[in-house]
């Protein structure tokens, strides 16, 4: 029979396209990339206002079509990987929200 010790490690994976020059979103994606390296949790809540809590951005990738003369992809395929993580302290998630983190 299986113990149980609590919830598991949830992950999530999202899926999606940016269009640049219609819509924008470099610079929201250059966001998550930092926020990546930081290492900080980030709060995550769906667009219909569902919170999911508190995660760790685990990989991003992204892959470009139809590159215009300065290199940048008309269409940007992403996938962002995720992990459940633990509240951050007060401190880090201020510094965070700040964008010192």
Do not use: C
């Not at 685990?58 to 300065?70: F, H, M």
């Not at 269409?75 to 201020?94: C, Y």
């Amino acid at each position: 029979p299986l113990e149980f010790v609590g919830e598991g490690a949830n992950t999530w994976e999202i899926q999606g396209r940016l269009f640049p020059k219609k819509f924008g979103g470099l610079d929201t994606m250059e966001k998550m990339h930092a926020q990546r390296i930081s290492g900080q949790p980030q709060y995550m809540m769906r667009g219909d206002g569902k919170a999911f809590g508190w995660v760790n951005i685990l990989s991003i990738t992204e892959a470009s079509q139809y590159l215009d003369e300065k290199g940048v992809g008309q269409v940007i395929e992403f996938t962002i990987s995720l992990r459940r993580a633990q509240k951050p302290a007060d401190g880090d998630f201020h510094s965070s929200m700040q964008g010192a983190g």
